[in-house]
């Protein structure tokens, strides 16, 4: 971004779940956070958290957050209301959208002085389909960026003293004795994470991976997403057999390999001594069967930055996703066939056949599997460590504020 005399001033409203303007300040940008705008254009930044909250009853859909004014400067133009969904990547819920419509208008904001910053970058499209021009929507992944800074070799140790990455002696494939291995790690309990789970069981596989699956006891914490006894019936109709007799095979206690030690985080530890120990991961994504969803989260850059291959069980584009950002996707070894393929019934047996290929791979000569990987590999390491947070900084963090600049300047809102 050109150097500009324009002052970007964020005004924070509620307490917890300011995201983006967090992720500004971790990269050094200049941004103001200000309770006090004055009379210059000015950004109300408000915490979403959870996107359902927009069309809860209570708090008027999170819009109660507003101060006394608030309104009168986004109908007068000096503001614009940013609703910071950086940390989630939904799809189109009309119901929410809906009653996000109904609650701007009631306290007379104007649908186009709204900026929905969330992580996936459909939404715009699917939105104008249903609703037309109306609301902004602006892409911005908060635990990516977050993972970035963290695995980068400057930044992370000053930023998250707390979740230190231990790299002493890692490096992809520096196990060169046994039998080949694969990692598959699972936690919040979703439907593309369960079918996965009962066909490493039916394919023998689950005695040969380092597999966790949390199941639905009361150990795990994210059990209650769905109820594995009742698919919807798009899933139930696709993949019968794998669900039969859900009650026999789904483990009631967590099946973990990671530890279970206060403190633990998912998002912002790293075991690498599992991936260490083995040749291949399989990404298991948040997004599967969800429509009208793009993103990576911070799962598939942990996995990327340690280098080994992967099969991505995710949304569509998702191994393109992580192409783009700059990390080699092992296309010579992984058929990704699956990648573009939108619908999910379709695209769950390619991912199953693709693993069952790199597996087949794996098993039959591992070192010569590891020659032909370790270049992409060693590649990989490297640029989680010197070249992912650059790469984010220019396709998501620049672009973002260029728009923030030009609101400042001018008091329009783009896309």
């Known amino acids: 971004m050109s150097q500009l005399s324009s002052e970007i001033l964020l005004v924070p409203r509620g307490e917890a779940g300011h995201f983006l303007p967090a992720a500004l300040g971790w990269m050094g940008k200049r941004t103001t956070v200000t309770h006090h705008p004055g009379e210059a254009n000015h950004v109300l930044c408000l915490p979403v958290l959870d996107f359902v909250r927009l069309g809860f009853p209570d708090a008027n859909g999170r819009l109660d957050l507003l101060q006394p004014g608030d309104a009168e400067n986004l109908r007068a133009g000096r503001a614009a209301l940013l609703l910071d969904l950086s940390n989630e990547g939904p799809g189109l819920h009309a119901p929410t959208f809906e009653a996000l419509h109904r609650n701007l208008d009631g306290l007379g904001i104007p649908r186009d002085r709204v900026i929905l910053v969330s992580q996936n970058r459909m939404l715009r499209l699917d939105y104008e389909r249903l609703y037309g021009e109306g609301l902004r929507f602006w892409t911005f992944e908060f ?8 695995l980068d070799a400057e930044a992370g140790p000053r930023l998250f ?42 394919n023998g596989m689950d005695r040969h991976g380092l597999i966790s699956f949390h199941g639905i006891g009361a150990d795990n914490p994210k059990a209650g997403g769905i109820n594995v006894f009742h698919a919807p019936p798009e899933i139930e109709a696709a993949f019968a057999p794998l669900l039969a007799d859900v009650g026999d095979w789904i483990p009631r206690q967590a099946r973990r390999i990671d530890p279970p030690a ?76 699956y990648d573009p393929v939108t619908e999910p019934a379709e695209r769950l047996p390619r991912v199953f056949r693709s693993i069952e290929r790199a597996w087949a791979d794996c098993r039959s000569d591992r070192a010569a599997r590891h020659r032909r990987a370790r270049e992409q590999a060693e590649a990989n390491v490297a640029h989680a460590r010197h070249g992912l947070l650059p790469q984010l900084d220019r396709v998501m963090v620049a672009p973002l504020l260029e728009r923030l600049v030009r609101f400042t300047e001018t008091g329009a809102l783009v896309h």
């Open 161 to 202: 003293p707390q979740h230190p990455l231990d790299r002493t002696g890692y490096a992809p494939f520096a196990r060169d004795f046994g039998p080949a291995r694969f990692l598959c790690q699972n936690a919040a309990l979703r439907w593309h994470r369960v079918l996965l789970y009962r066909w490493f069981q039916l």
């Open 262 to 337: 206060a403190g633990t985080d998912m998002v912002m530890t790293l075991d690498t001594r599992a991936y260490a120990d083995c040749d291949l991961t399989i990404i298991s994504e948040t997004d599967f069967f969800e429509g009208g969803v793009e993103r990576v989260t911070e799962k598939s850059l942990k996995a990327a930055a340690t280098g080994l291959p992967f099969v991505m069980v995710g949304a569509p584009r998702a191994v393109a996703r992580l192409s783009e950002l700059g990390f080699h996707t092992f296309g010579s070894l992984i058929d990704h066939d």
């Open 143 to 150: 635990f990516p960026l977050q993972v970035a800074l963290w």
